[in-house]
């Protein structure tokens, strides 16, 4: 084997992710997004999809 960290990563797949860091700064805890606040996503969202349904009602 050539390299053994690249393939530990590379045999690993997304179930055995738990926790991810970049930069040092840690993105992923337990499974769960550390850095995007959930409801303001969620909210965020249901208005743009309001924005589609409108948009696709004129066009029919």
């Given at each position: 084997?050539?390299?053994?960290?690249?393939?530990?990563?590379?045999?690993?797949?997304?179930?055995?992710?738990t926790?991810?860091?970049?930069?040092?700064?840690?993105?992923?805890?337990?499974?769960?997004?550390c850095?995007?606040?959930?409801?303001?996503?969620?909210?965020?969202?249901?208005?743009?999809?309001?924005?589609?349904?409108?948009?696709?009602?004129?066009c029919?």
């Amino acid at each position: 084997m050539h390299d053994v960290h690249s393939a530990i990563v590379y045999a690993a797949g997304r179930g055995d992710v738990t926790d991810v860091w970049s930069r040092g700064v840690r993105v992923v805890e337990d499974r769960t997004h550390c850095r995007v606040d959930e409801a303001e996503a969620a909210g965020s969202l249901a208005a743009l999809g309001e924005q589609v349904r409108l948009a696709a009602e004129r066009c029919t």
